[in-house]
């Protein structure tokens, strides 16, 4: 089938094709040391070698075994000598038998007996007839074409009787055909208009590429493969753009006697499509298109990226619309971002806000060690949004720099950041948190918070200070004399919750002393954080 192909596609003083030949003949010498004649049973879809399938295709249309079943042989023997000349006529033969009109005279058979093997000797079966007869080269059978012996017959038969009606009276149209041959047809028209065009070119220029040795040649093609990426974008052939560079790389390994020039070419091609302004076109076509790509054409080609394309594919998750789009974006960036460290830290010092808060977002959820420091920065900007999601992806990373880091959320001046920051300190324990946990709770700005920060805060110096916290919460909560300094409600009952937090005997008896307080929310806290202690 491989040298078959070749003779199709390729003219013989082509290398591909000289080298499908040479193959085939090393193939052909293998076997003769093992057997004298080689002798395949034909079948439909099939061909055998003692009983074994040795060739096997069920697509008649690309099927060999099918090729010679169909014009009834049903046997061929190889001899000795095949492979020096008459093996390359005998695939001529059948590329041609392919081709020819359903005129009798160059039917496979007339083929066949016009070349006149010595090697090669079949059998076949008439139609009618259930015995096949063997045809061997060299016999005088048949020692007439098949034609003159359809017209020594026709002129034997009998005369035709009037009134009788003979389909050779009519022409014969596509009508008179049986439905598997309309069917047979009808595939191979889908199997034509389906081949994709592009890719035979591109797979053609590659071969030759690689088996050309001359440095014009290489050149030229060379030229021709960089021209060709434009144009497939264009047209939105994502998938040769993956195949192009993928074979680029193939290439390289394997083609021999490429100059330092041609090869910095080749290695530069994936680069240049993961430069800013050609990737940035890219993104954008993609995402307006009104008829995108599959998911499997665009992996190809975003597969193929490299580091620098980085900072670019995070710019533009935010502008994408297409969800398809976005999702093959933000995978692509997340093996970069995995296999490139460096480049990470480009995109967070980088003067893009949106590009900054996709890769705090994508170091997040990928627990990125490597980029916890790079996000210090970003707790100085005034963007609410950005620095919500780097406490977000300091929580998912979790290592012992990350929350240090997360230690200046307790400071920071945006409401939401600080409680986040917070809790999660107190959640894991962090006591080295507690100092600025104190001096918030010190603090003018918590006393003018709403109850959900000052709880946040409370519960967390009960979680961090433990039994050493315990005086300075029974203070806030138990008012002692007329003249006694007396805090708010809301900052009483969250000093209750924090006490619960301790469940020692001291905050124990701290909460009892409060059981019976005037104010109804003190009263409730105190009970919650009863029942916590008791817990």
């Not at 960036?333 to 995995?338: E, G, I, P, S, Y």
């Not at 806000?353 to 994508?362: D, I």
């Not at 603090?443 to 946040?456: R, V």
Request: aromatic share 6%; charged share 25%.
């Amino acid at each position: 089938m491989k040298g078959l192909r070749a003779t199709q596609l390729y003219l013989p003083n082509n290398p591909v094709y000289q080298r499908a030949v040479e193959n085939i003949r090393g193939s052909f010498r293998k076997i003769w040391q093992s057997v004298d004649t080689l002798n395949l049973d034909v079948g439909e879809t099939a061909l055998r070698w003692e009983e074994a399938v040795v060739y096997n295709q069920e697509q008649r249309a690309e099927s060999v075994a099918w090729t010679l079943y169909k014009d009834g042989i049903r046997s061929i023997s190889l001899r000795p000598g095949v492979e020096d000349t008459e093996i390359v006529r005998f695939l001529a033969v059948l590329h041609k038998s392919k081709n020819v009109t359903s005129d009798a005279a160059d039917d496979l058979l007339t083929l066949l007996w016009a070349e006149d093997f010595q090697c090669i000797s079949y059998t076949f079966r008439e139609l009618a007839t259930e015995n096949a007869m063997p045809i061997e080269a060299g016999e005088t059978i048949p020692a007439t074409p098949p034609a003159a012996i359809r017209t020594a017959v026709e002129e034997e038969a009998p005369p035709r009787r009037e009134g009788i009606v003979s389909m050779e009276e009519f022409d014969t149209t596509l009508y008179f055909l049986e439905d598997r041959e309309v069917e047979y047809l009808r595939k191979e028209a889908e199997r034509e208009y389906g081949q994709d065009l592009r890719r035979n070119v591109l797979a053609m220029l590659f071969d030759l590429l690689e088996l050309q040795t001359y440095g014009t040649v290489r050149a030229e093609l060379i030229g021709i493969i960089e021209n060709f990426i434009p144009y497939l974008l264009g047209a939105a052939d994502f998938r040769s753009v993956g195949y192009i560079l993928r074979e680029t790389r193939v290439v390289l390994e394997r083609a021999r006697e490429l100059i330092p020039e041609q090869r910095a070419i080749l290695v530069g091609l994936p680069g240049r499509l993961s430069q800013p302004e050609p990737l940035a076109q890219l993104l954008q076509s993609l995402d307006e298109a009104t008829m995108p790509p599959s998911e499997e054409e665009l992996a190809e080609t975003f597969g193929e990226m490299r580091p620098e394309a980085l900072p670019t594919l995070m710019g533009w998750i935010p502008r994408l619309s297409n969800p398809m789009v976005r999702d093959l974006v933000n995978g692509s960036a997340a093996r970069l971002a995995q296999e490139h460290a460096s480049e990470v830290l480009k995109v967070l010092a980088g003067a893009d806000p949106g590009a900054q808060l996709e890769m705090v977002r994508l170091a997040g959820r990928l627990k990125l060690p490597g980029a916890v420091e790079a996000m210090d920065p970003l707790f100085a900007t005034g963007d609410r949004t950005l620095k919500l999601a780097v406490v977000d992806a300091l929580l998912q990373v979790a290592t012992p720099t990350a929350l240090r880091l997360l230690e200046k959320g307790v400071d920071d001046s945006d409401r939401d950041v600080r409680i986040a920051a917070v809790k999660f300190l107190a959640s894991r324990g962090h006591r080295n948190a507690l100092t600025r946990v104190e001096a918030a709770l010190a603090s003018p700005q918590l006393k003018a918070a709403d109850l959900t920060e000052k709880m946040a805060f409370y519960e967390a110096y009960g979680t961090l200070a433990g039994p050493k916290g315990v005086p300075a919460l029974a203070k806030v909560l138990v008012v002692k004399g007329v003249f006694a300094r007396k805090e708010d409600p809301e900052t009483r009952a969250c000093a209750a919750m924090a006490l619960g937090k301790i469940r020692t005997p001291e905050a124990r008896a701290a909460l009892d002393a409060a059981t019976q307080d005037k104010e109804p929310l003190v009263r409730n806290a105190v009970t919650r954080a009863l029942r916590e202690v008791g817990a």
